[in-house]
């Protein structure tokens, strides 16, 4: 109670409110614009809140995830471009929609199901974690060892196209963990005789550099030579919350909620699969599912609640565990560690008032997603204006600010330009970032528990496939594994069967 | 010439880049022995498990580019390729400008000739007014931007530029 009551405190502060306002906007405008992701947001956001405490930084990062999520329906509905990967179900009746002369009523209903979606999300994620969290407190060396290795699988097979892609990205990330000084003996390793890498690889230049500068490089690359699509503006009074229409939809609001929650809880699932569930589940308690995909409300409630609840979901496994299961909550991890806050079971025992302030101000970045596009509704659609030749020098002009202004390095900015690039490629070729990102926040993590276990256990590996938790993480690990390669083999299967009967 | 894509090219930087790691490692000292991991073994081992799945990414790619029909091949996306080496010249140059031009300069600068640089490739001006407008507006928003960027990060967050 007393952890509660001294979160309460430090989340009712002004500064606090605001920073959690702040983030949700700029998550708003940035989940807005077709092609910036909810990673790319707090990638960009994670400077801005340095100097800020742990609360306050915390609550802009969350709002900022928040907000990205919510503003990628903007431009599903008035222009059938999902501004992000989870609202691709959004255009499917909310585009039609808004065709219909309905604009204003599908951005309402979008609105309203996020905002119910995002809260019971948010409520369901304090019920689940303390338990989770309670779990994991037994971890020890080798459990911890085995929650890397679970993470790292996880995030390798799900981030890009191929298993074994995502496995090298991750790999990647566990070497690049290594450079500079080794926290056991002080050897230095890989620094290249760099003074700048004795402290190792900054998280900041490496999530800037992957997430923001070669998403740029991405856009540029491939909207080049290509026509922009005519914008096409749509007419509407206002976005009003259609609380009437919501309530008579319950049953589609509470299962799509939770399924958001369930699958945004399993480790490399994510919103984009929620919704489409989600969707899929309306569709079939609907009495006319021959409406779905011409302009059905239901299909936009499914949608909306559900990726919305996702966030909550994904939050337990990564704020109990320290396993994110997808992108936004790696970038989320790397920003809270940058910040001081290490999530993991020890966070929930030695920090439980922080982890109650991150509970109420994820609720609060709802509330302020809620109200902010409520009364700000046009703004969001004109942002849809703004055009990329000027957006895409402006985002690398703050990666540049962000990375320079923290430590005043030129150093990391080559850092972040490397990355940059490196990104660009791994991105390319199917390899994916996220992976990279993980390995290097979860490197030091794994490497020093495998050592400190391998000294309690005088040298005995076979202790950390004999401890049941780490054996049962271990093997999961394995089946995730064999299942995704098997899964791969027969995609290939397929193609080579598809090639040869093109051929003939 | 089908093998020489820029998949199997990274895929080969990559490796490159992995075999150095492992060359470096063999200089650290090793673990105390007795089961005791030393400080290059952790990364060795990383390194050798890199090796083993990019040569088997490398397998994948070079068997799909040989099985690859020459007449379906893709055409290099060049005009992309330019525009992408000429952004990240240009933030190259912004980096390098910073400390010894000043941020009100360097920022300037990069937002003028990126926003020009990205109208050229992503939404090209059709008529000499057009471009004069483009002109204008790249001066204006690389102004503005850069005086209004400078304002909020310094006077707001704390920030200090050169």
């Known amino acids: ?62 709002g900022a995830f928040c907000g990205a999520i919510a503003g990628g329906a903007v431009p599903a509905i008035l222009l059938n471009i999902p501004g992000t990967p989870s609202s691709v179900t959004t255009t499917l009746d909310g585009f039609p929609m808004a065709r219909n002369g309905e604009a204003g009523k599908a951005l309402g209903i979008s609105i309203t199901s996020s905002f119910i979606g995002g809260v019971i999300g948010a409520l369901l994620l304090i019920a689940l974690s303390l338990p989770i969290a309670r779990f994991a407190l037994e971890f020890g060396p080798a459990e911890f060892f085995a929650l890397g290795v679970f993470g790292l699988v996880i995030i390798a097979s799900v981030s890009s196209g191929s298993m074994l892609r995502g496995l090298v990205a991750g790999l990647l990330g566990l070497f690049l963990a290594t450079v500079g000084s080794d926290p056991m003996t002080g050897a230095l390793r890989f620094t290249g005789g760099e003074p700048a890498l004795i402290t190792g690889i900054g998280l900041l230049p490496a999530l800037i550099g992957l997430f923001a500068v070669s998403q740029v490089l991405q856009d540029v690359y491939s909207r080049t030579g290509r026509r922009a699509a005519e914008a096409v503006t749509q007419s509407f009074d206002r976005a009003r919350p259609p609380f009437g229409l919501i309530a008579r939809a319950w049953r589609v609001v509470a299962s799509s909620t939770i399924i958001g929650v369930i699958v945004g809880a399993i480790p490399g699932a994510g919103g984009s699969i929620s919704s489409f569930i989600s969707y899929d589940q309306a569709r ?221 | 010439m089908r093998l020489l894509s820029g998949r199997i090219v990274f895929d080969l930087a990559l490796l490159a880049g992995a075999a150095w790691g492992l060359w470096q490692s063999q200089s650290l000292p090793p673990g105390y022995g007795g089961g005791d991991i030393g400080p290059g073994d952790f990364p060795r081992a990383v390194l050798v498990l890199g090796v ?103 006077y707001g967050f704390g920030l200090i530029f050169p």
Not at chain 1, 12 to 33: E, H, K, N, Q
Not at chain 2, 67 to 72: G, M, Q, S
Request: net charge neutral.
């Open chain 1, 1 to 62: 109670m007393d952890n509660i009551l001294e979160a309460l405190t430090l989340v009712a502060d002004l500064r606090v409110l605001l920073g959690i306002c702040t983030g949700t906007f700029l998550g708003l405008v940035m989940g807005a614009l077709p092609g910036l992701t909810a990673a790319m947001a707090i990638a960009l956001l994670i400077p801005l809140t340095f100097g800020m405490g742990p609360v306050l930084g915390v609550g802009m990062l969350l």
């Open chain 1, 284 to 504: 079939r308690m609907s009495r006319t599912p021959e409406k779905f995909g011409t302009g059905a409300p239901e299909g936009l409630i499914a949608s909306e609640s559900s990726n919305n609840a996702t966030a909550g979901g994904a939050l337990i496994p990564m704020l109990t565990l320290g396993v994110p299961g997808e992108v936004a909550t790696a970038v989320l991890m790397g920003g809270l560690t940058i910040q001081g806050v290490r999530p993991g079971p020890a966070l929930f025992d030695q920090q439980a008032s922080l982890v109650y302030a991150i509970f109420l101000a994820f609720i609060l970045a709802n509330c302020a997603m809620f109200l902010i596009q409520l009364f700000g509704i046009r703004l969001f659609v004109r942002i849809l204006g703004v055009p990329t030749r000027v957006m895409m020098p402006l985002i690398l002009m703050f990666c540049v600010i962000g990375v320079y202004g923290v430590n005043g390095s030129v150093f990391e900015l080559w850092l972040m330009l490397g990355f940059g690039v490196l990104g660009f490629f791994l991105n390319r070729y199917g390899f994916g970032t996220a992976p990279v990102i993980l390995g290097l926040i979860l490197g030091a993590l794994t490497e020093s528990n495998l050592r400190r276990g391998m000294t309690v256990f005088d040298g005995d590996w076979t202790a950390f496939l004999l401890r049941p938790i780490s054996a049962t993480l271990l093997l999961l690990a394995v089946l995730f594994l064999s299942a995704i390669l098997w899964q791969n083999h027969k995609f290939r299967q397929n193609d080579k069967k598809a090639e040869e009967a093109s051929q003939r």
């Open chain 2, 52 to 154: 083993i799945a990019l040569l088997a990414v490398l397998r994948q790619d070079v068997s799909a580019a040989l099985r690859r029909a020459p007449d379906v091949d893709t055409p290099p996306h060049l005009q992309g390729t330019f525009a992408a080496l000429l952004i990240s010249a240009l933030l190259i140059a912004y980096v390098l400008l910073l400390e010894p031009l000043g941020f009100l300069a360097a920022t300037g600068a990069f937002l003028f000739f990126g926003i020009l640089a990205c109208s050229r490739f992503l939404d090209p001006p059709d008529s000499v007014a057009a471009w004069r407008r483009t002109l204008l507006g790249a001066a204006l928003v690389a102004t503005v931007a850069t005086g209004l960027s400078f304002f909020v990060f310094t």
